[in-house]
């Protein structure tokens, strides 16, 4: 690409990388050969109150049961977003072994509950599934290891995986504004993602 630094009159800089790559949105495609696709979001699923579950307090590689889940999101709605907020990129940097390794991660029980409790999607800052730690040495396991992806994505729930500065949410509840990278057909897409605590 064109250098300033090379003699090019324009810089021009190259990005590419999964759409599963940072902080993104899981469109349903990305565990159903006939999925939604990124075509299909709708952007008040994206949009709206969003309810912030703290669960600072979690050690590395706890589960996270009903019981401790139920616990900290009484407030969540209908139609939330439910927003975990565990801050594990404080703990370890998402460049490193231990981010992916050690992570706490959702039972298929705590994604049903969140389901029943009507939320229109997930928020998370760590590696929500249990298996995902097993991707690093290339193995893939069941579907049954990736609870939130066969319990809530199967089920129209979308994913926004991998969000950062939760620590900064202060209320239960913040107005959160999630804009996906407009990519068609996709099984997922690169977000920013604004929270606005009023």
């Known amino acids: 690409m064109a250098d300033h630094a090379h003699g090019s009159q324009f810089q021009v800089t190259w990005v590419g990388w999964s759409v599963h790559g940072f902080t993104h949105v899981d ?55 439910a927003l975990l907020r565990t801050c594990w990129e404080l703990r370890y940097p998402p460049t490193s072994p231990e981010f992916w390794r050690t992570s706490p991660w959702l039972t298929r029980e705590a994604c049903d509950w969140l389901r029943t409790r009507g939320i229109k999607a997930l928020g998370v800052d760590f590696p929500q599934d249990e298996g995902i730690r097993h991707l690093l040495d290339g193995i893939v396991k069941p579907i049954s290891d990736y609870p939130s992806h066969d319990a809530l994505l199967r089920h129209g729930v979308l994913l926004i995986e991998y969000l950062c500065n939760l620590v900064a949410l202060t209320r239960p509840h913040t107005q959160l504004c999630v804009l996906p990278l407009k990519i068609p057909d996709a099984d997922g897409a690169p977000v920013r993602a604004i929270a606005i605590e009023e």
């Open 27 to 81: 469109a349903p495609r990305h565990l159903l050969a006939d999925g939604t696709t990124t075509s299909d979001f709708k952007l008040d699923q994206l949009i709206g109150r969003a309810a912030v579950i703290d669960l600072t307090s979690l050690k590395p590689n706890e589960p996270i049961t009903v019981a401790r889940i139920s616990a900290a999101a009484d407030h969540v709605a209908v139609g939330d977003i």
